[in-house]
């Protein structure tokens, strides 16, 4: 395994850290490289129980909508984020724009 010179173990240690940690939160790994340290991780998007969310909208006299336009909103994306070292040894997360 060929490493460049900004990559150290105890980065690399952080940053096997951090993919675990991504991967216990439900992400998968699309894609892997091993020379140039950074990984994609993918999240899929999650099923809105609308029935329910309609049982306790109609119980609460509406208030339970917004917490189910919320729900609504940031559950059924998917995403894709990018973990990686930069040249400097620090590392960072972006997220990745879907096509």
């Avoid at 150290?8 to 991504?22: E, H, V």
């Amino acid at each position: 395994m060929e490493t460049y010179q900004f990559t150290n173990p105890k980065t690399l240690d952080k940053f096997y850290k951090m993919i675990s940690a991504k991967t216990r939160n439900g992400f998968v790994i699309v894609e892997h490289n091993e020379k140039l340290p950074y990984v994609v991780l993918s999240k899929e998007k999650k099923v809105v129980k609308h029935t329910f969310h309609l049982f306790l909208t109609c119980i609460t006299f509406g208030l339970w909508s917004v917490v189910w336009v919320y729900l609504i909103i940031k559950l059924s994306q998917k995403k894709s984020i990018l973990v990686a070292v930069d040249e400097d040894g620090n590392l960072f997360e972006d997220k990745c724009i879907l096509a």
